[in-house]
């Protein structure tokens, strides 16, 4: 079982940029979104399909589809460029998994 | 406010043990559940394992049995303990806050990693 993420996305600033995150299990299991910049730790931006941390920028959303979760970026900014990762699990709801990591690169 | 560090031996030679401390500040490790993430150069995100409050463990499949996640309550740390190490160990680990009321769980705080080298 494995999440599939697209390696990159690339969009101007002020844009909207989107990178989704498919998976099988994703129906039934929440999915969560870290932010990860150079030399950084993981930092998580979405929880529970749609959910904002504090002091997470109000411009990060998630949404959900079937198979597929979206992390969207509105008004994208310099600072937004980075990895990101999703973060789910199988069937069990156990065993953590990991999607593949999109880049992000603000042109 | 939450923190975490990790520390361990940089260094290993393969087939040895790697064992790496966590130690927790801002809250205690009774209080919550603790997980270990690792990344390997240029890669991905991978989930190493969870440690429960209740001391119930759970860990990547591909790492079979050879990994042990623990905690010492009195220094307020968490272990990890990977045995038979190859290169292909090698990476930056990260012990993480795991946020256990949901399912699956995932990891709100997390420390800074260390990196690990497996090399002859």
Same mark, same amino acid.
């Given at each position: 079982?494995?999440?599939?993420?697209?390696?990159?996305?690339?969009?101007?600033?002020?844009?909207?940029?989107?990178?989704?995150?498919?998976?099988?299990? $994703?129906?039934?299991?929440?999915?969560?979104?870290? *932010?990860?910049?150079?030399?950084?730790?993981?930092? $998580? +931006? /979405?929880?529970?399909?749609?959910?904002?941390?504090?002091? /997470?920028?109000?411009?990060?959303?998630?949404?959900?589809?079937?198979?597929?979760?979206?992390?969207?970026?509105?008004?994208?900014?310099?600072?937004?460029?980075?990895?990101? %990762? =999703?973060?789910?699990?199988?069937?069990?709801?156990?065993?953590?998994?990991?999607?593949?990591?999109?880049?992000?690169?603000?042109? | *406010?939450?923190?975490?560090?990790?520390?361990?031996?940089?260094?290993? !030679?393969?087939?040895?043990? $790697?064992?790496?401390? =966590?130690? +927790?500040?801002?809250?205690?490790?009774?209080?919550?559940?603790?997980?270990? /993430?690792?990344?390997?150069?240029?890669?991905?995100?991978?989930?190493?394992?969870?440690?429960? %409050?209740?001391?119930?463990?759970?860990? &990547?499949?591909?790492? &079979?049995? !050879?990994?042990?996640?623990? +905690?010492?309550?009195?220094?307020?740390? /968490?272990?990890?303990?990977?045995?038979?190490?190859?290169?292909?160990?090698?990476?930056?680990? %990260? =012990?993480? !806050?795991?946020?256990?009321?949901?399912?699956?769980? %995932?990891?709100?705080?997390?420390?800074?990693?260390? $990196?690990?080298? +497996?090399?002859?």
């Amino acid at each position: 079982y494995e999440l599939t993420q697209p390696p990159s996305v690339s969009v101007s600033p002020g844009q909207t940029a989107r990178v989704t995150c498919s998976g099988d299990a $994703l129906p039934r299991q929440y999915a969560y979104w870290y *932010q990860q910049k150079p030399g950084q730790a993981p930092l $998580l +931006v /979405i929880y529970k399909d749609s959910e904002r941390p504090s002091g /997470i920028p109000e411009r990060f959303s998630g949404s959900t589809s079937g198979t597929t979760v979206t992390l969207t970026i509105s008004g994208v900014q310099a600072e937004d460029e980075a990895d990101y %990762y =999703c973060q789910s699990a199988d069937s069990s709801g156990i065993f953590v998994l990991f999607g593949g990591g999109t880049k992000l690169t603000v042109l | *406010q939450v923190r975490l560090q990790e520390s361990g031996p940089g260094l290993l !030679r393969p087939s040895e043990t $790697l064992s790496l401390t =966590c130690t +927790v500040s801002g809250t205690s490790v009774r209080s919550y559940s603790w997980g270990w /993430i690792r990344q390997s150069p240029g890669k991905k995100l991978e989930w190493i394992g969870y440690i429960y %409050y209740t001391e119930t463990t759970h860990s &990547n499949p591909s790492l &079979n049995s !050879r990994v042990s996640i623990s +905690v010492d309550t009195l220094k307020n740390q /968490i272990s990890l303990q990977l045995t038979s190490v190859t290169a292909g160990d090698t990476a930056v680990y %990260y =012990c993480a !806050r795991v946020e256990a009321g949901a399912t699956p769980v %995932y990891f709100d705080f997390w420390g800074q990693g260390t $990196l690990v080298t +497996v090399s002859s």
